[in-house]
């Protein structure tokens, strides 16, 4: 298991550009910067990270957010629930970014609490 801090230096210190790749990441958040501290989509909205835990190849996130962001077109990250945690696994250009609710932290990625899911591509 990697260390909160072997896992930082493996996802990178400094900001990553991702490409929206799937239809999803196309239609609500289009491409995003993140950071281990911060996670900035098109248009400029944002939500503060604080990372939690390892979670088998994702890393897990506490979303701070005390509203929903409006993205692009009016969507939301997590339709109608307010994003409490995020897990990111990144396999080589890929990225997959799993989006779940608030409340209790989520187990797996395939928790009840999984509101989207979104892939993008590392530059």
């Known amino acids: 298991m990697l260390s909160s801090l072997a896992l930082v230096l493996a ?4 900001p990553q550009h991702w490409t929206a790749l799937s239809q999803t990441a196309m239609s609500i958040t289009g491409d ?10 098109a248009g400029g909205k944002s939500v503060a990270l ?12 506490r979303v701070s957010a005390k509203s929903n962001p409006h993205l692009l077109r009016g969507n939301t990250i997590c339709g109608p629930a307010l994003p ?13 970014v799993s989006f779940f609710s608030a409340g209790i932290p ?10 989207a ?3 993008y591509i590392a530059h």
Not at 11 to 14: A, E, I, K, V, Y
Not at 32 to 41: A, E, G, L, R, S
Not at 106 to 115: D, E, F, G, T, Y
């Open 50 to 61: 604080s990372y939690l835990k390892k979670i088998g190849q994702y890393a897990l996130y």
């Open 84 to 96: 409490g945690y995020v897990a990111v696994a990144r396999d080589g250009g890929d990225v997959a």
């Open 32 to 41: 995003v910067t993140f950071q281990p501290t911060q996670m900035t989509f």
């Open 106 to 115: 989520p187990s797996n990625v395939n928790a009840p609490s999984l509101c």
């Open 117 to 119: 899911t979104y892939r």
């Open 11 to 14: 996802l990178g210190l400094t």
